[in-house]
């Protein structure tokens, strides 16, 4: 039992009804309070967001496991993340005692709200972890066969390999950045309508991706292979994820290596992680992998996570858009597989590595989780409510990610992962 998840907890702050951070939510992230100069690990709480390293500073953490402030006081949560998942655990426990509507030493001293409690309004969000490492995964039963079906063969969509092994690329960590940074359409090689040789031009099929991210909580040794069951206690937590892609690059460059230039210009994540723990609740059982795996990828239980996922386009000026809604349970290979798969040729893993879901597309339309299956590549533009059609993303084009989940009353929600698309520098 986590207690944490008790769905009875209220805080002694005032959370608004549906808030993607209740007090059973407990993310971390890092903030730069407007009136400070060095960044801070925090949690949020509606829309509050609390000081970790004020809350150790006044002797709250000594029991649990942190060795000092400083800890909290980094520019990323990968020190505090290698503490591993005992110490995760026991900081989100306390978290929800402190601020517990039953715990009146707190909130009955302004001391200590003055000193640890900030209104979002007051702070600037940050990258949560430095990404050393970056693998992206394609599980996605559903966005694999459209995509098979559009480009290879309709009868046969599915390579030999999908259904026995979790395919993925190694990709540029260096471009991930944090939600509200806004992203230049990427320059590229392109072949134009029937044309033998490329043009270098803007990217005319630029594209998102639905995806979410897990992140690495431990460091291996190269060699070591880590089991599925091992991964549950090896993964941090989640974030939203926006895979930026450009389809025309990808197409004349993916043969023979996959995609370079088409997926290393920009990816844009939420800010806060969300644990495992305050995931738990949700778990559910995935979708029948009816091709049996290889022992390494066995898996026991529930294995996926019952998320809702949305995106919204907002051209410039104009409205919001839901142009999709999708769920993380559609996932055919979950995280726990990727994670195996990963390192089971002895690749070392490390805090802070971060793993793309691959687009998450559902079994209907309204499901599919890029604008590629959307408009079926182009074929059936999609309708904007001011009247304009998109078939990819325009200039000045905003792209909002929106998820969570919800069960017996209490929503744990990720925020947002929000970009808008410049022209591209030419």
Known sequence: MINANDPHLKSWLYIESGSDFPIQNIPFGVFKPKNRTNPRVGTR?????????????????????????????????????????????????????????????????PDFREDVVYNLLDIEMLMPVSVGDYTDFYSSLEHATNVGKMFRDVNNPLLPNWKHIPVGYHGRSSSIVISGTNIHRPMGQIIVGEDENPIFSPSRNLDFELELAFISGKTSKLGERISTKEAVNSIFGLVLFNDLSARDIQRWEYVPLGPFLSKNFGSVISPWVVTLDALEPFKVHGPKQD?????????????????????????EDG????????????????????????????????????????TISGPTHDSFGSMLELSWKGTKPILLSDGSSRKFLEDNDTVIFRGHAEKDGIKIGFGEATTKILPAIQ
């Open 45 to 109: 709480l509606g829309n509050f967001v609390i000081d970790l390293a004020a809350i150790a500073e006044l002797g709250y953490f000594k029991t649990e496991g942190i060795p000092s402030k400083e800890v909290f006081e980094r520019h990323t949560l990968n020190d505090f993340i290698a503490l591993g998942k005992p110490v995760w655990r026991n900081v989100r426990e306390k978290i929800s005692e402190i601020f517990n509507l039953e715990n009146r030493e707190f909130w009955n001293t």
């Open 291 to 315: 091709v049996p795996v290889l022992p390494y990828l066995e898996f026991d239980g529930a294995s996926n996570y019952d998320i809702h996922l949305e995106v919204f386009l907002q051209p």
């Open 319 to 358: 409205r919001e858009n839901r142009i999709c809604r999708s769920n993380f349970k559609y996932m055919y290979w979950n995280m726990f597989q990727q994670l195996a798969h990963q390192t089971v040729g002895g690749c070392n893993i490390n805090v802070g590595d971060l793993y793309g879901s691959g």
